[in-house]
């Protein structure tokens, strides 16, 4: 007998973790794997953050939290979107869950109904479509590559959308591309979504902080459309603090209170010495942050540099998270011995088996012909990584 929901049945495997596990697997059996396949800093949590941890343990906020966070917090990212984005959003309107993950899902759940349309440029997160499709809603994938730098045109928006368009899902710096959107190309997908009422836009700005264009632009500062959006952020990619498991939804207050209700049934509040962290790094210094922005860009130099080197990958910048997306359709058709390429993930599985790098590959974010290559990693690990890809790829006959 079967006792497993239809709901969790349908539900794909997250590829990044999966081929993050394979690596972790082939670790233990002694070979040198470079994992380029987890999207996480290598950096510490900086270390006043820490110390608030510790303080927070030791003034013992161990008792459960508030469902939407506690105030402290929930103040110091209403000052935040206000004073780094121009964003007017009241603590009433900032619910904190176990990471932006949860964040976003919470966002999802409680707006989509069954039936519902949520356009979805891709290439695009691993959980996007699978979030959708535990509301019973319907992802609508709007297609891009990298001669575009993997950007949606406002005209593609508008030939997605129908009369059941729910939700535009917008993320911006991207994962797993890198590109960015200018405040001109955001401003033009605006003017198709302000025509649009029953819209809401639900932007997910994680990578805002790793950014290399000088200028950050949220969807939420359009006043056409500001009442309808919903922005998601958190501490994990800018502070270094993965596994901190803090992060927010900014949204409109009727959303904000039904995201609450839904949190309150199923994890109530976020980890209480987490949240205390997550508040002194909103209200600390953030040297920490340009410090890591910094470094990522460096290896976003190196990584592209590197990778433009090899024959048959075709690369573009991207301006932002830490991620390059090389189009690899030329290897396909190719074998090396037991090897036949015959796609992104036969060519990812290659590359770990034989070139002992772990890579994702495209399918995973709704684009097939590319893999996730990604650069938080030291400028030692990059080098080598892309050494043995090379070499591994030069072998494809």
């Known amino acids: 007998m079967d006792f497993i929901s239809k709901r969790v049945s349908s539900l794909a495997q997250s590829q990044t973790?999966?081929?993050?596990?394979?690596?972790?697997?082939?670790?233990e059996q002694g070979v040198d794997v470079i994992n380029l396949s987890v999207g996480e800093p290598d950096f510490n949590t900086p270390d006043h953050i820490k110390q608030a941890a510790k303080r927070a343990i030791d003034e013992n906020f161990s008792f459960y939290s508030p469902v939407p966070g506690y105030m402290s917090l929930r103040k110091a990212v209403s000052d935040k979107l206000a004073r780094e984005n121009g964003l007017d959003f009241s603590p009433a309107q900032i619910v904190v869950s176990g990471g932006a993950k949860q964040a976003l899902c919470n966002v999802i759940l409680s707006t989509i109904n069954p039936g519902d349309e949520v356009v979805l440029p891709t290439p695009a997160w691993v959980s996007y479509v699978e979030m959708v499709k535990l509301a019973e809603g319907k992802c609508v994938t709007v297609a891009t590559g990298i001669e575009s730098d993997f950007k949606m045109t406002p005209e593609q928006l508008e030939a997605a959308i129908t009369p059941r368009?729910?939700?535009?899902l917008m993320c911006s710096p991207s994962n797993p591309t890198g590109s960015v959107y200018t405040r001109d190309e955001l401003a033009a997908l605006v003017e198709v979504v302000k025509r649009h009422e029953n819209i809401i836009v639900l932007a997910d700005e994680i990578y805002e902080h790793i950014n290399y264009t000088g200028e950050f632009t949220s969807l939420a500062s359009f006043a056409d459309i500001a009442d309808r959006t919903v922005v998601v952020n958190g501490v994990s990619k800018a502070y270094a603090m993965t596994g901190w498991r803090i992060g927010y939804c900014a949204a409109p207050l009727a959303i904000a209170k039904a995201c609450t209700k839904l949190q309150g049934q199923y994890t109530s509040g976020a980890s209480s010495i987490a949240q205390k962290a997550a508040e002194a790094a909103y209200t600390g210094s953030q040297q920490c942050v340009e410090d890591m922005r910094q470094a990522f860009e460096?290896?976003?130099?190196?990584?592209?540099?590197?990778?433009?080197?090899?024959p048959g990958l075709k690369v573009n910048e991207p301006k932002g998270a830490f991620?390059?997306?090389?189009?690899?359709?030329?290897?396909f058709g190719k074998s090396n011995g037991s090897h036949a390429i015959n796609n992104a993930?036969?060519?990812?599985?290659?590359?770990?088996?034989?070139?002992?790098?772990a890579t994702v590959a495209g399918d995973a974010f709704c684009a097939p012909g590319y893999i996730r290559l990604s650069y938080a990693t030291s400028?030692?690990?990059?080098?080598?990584?892309?050494?043995?890809?090379?070499?591994?790829?030069?072998?494809?006959?």
């Not at 460096?298 to 590197?306: A, T």
């Not at 991620?323 to 290897?331: A, I, M, Q």
């Open 379 to 397: 400028d030692d690990n990059i080098k080598e990584a892309m050494k043995r890809i090379a070499v591994a790829l030069a072998a494809l006959k």
């Open 345 to 357: 993930s036969d060519l990812a599985m290659y590359l770990l088996e034989e070139g002992h790098v």
């Open 298 to 310: 460096r290896r976003r130099n190196l990584v592209v540099s590197l990778a433009r080197e090899i």
């Open 17 to 27: 973790l999966a081929m993050s596990q394979k690596s972790n697997e082939l670790k």
């Open 323 to 331: 991620y390059l997306f090389p189009e690899v359709s030329s290897y």
């Open 165 to 168: 368009t729910r939700m535009l």
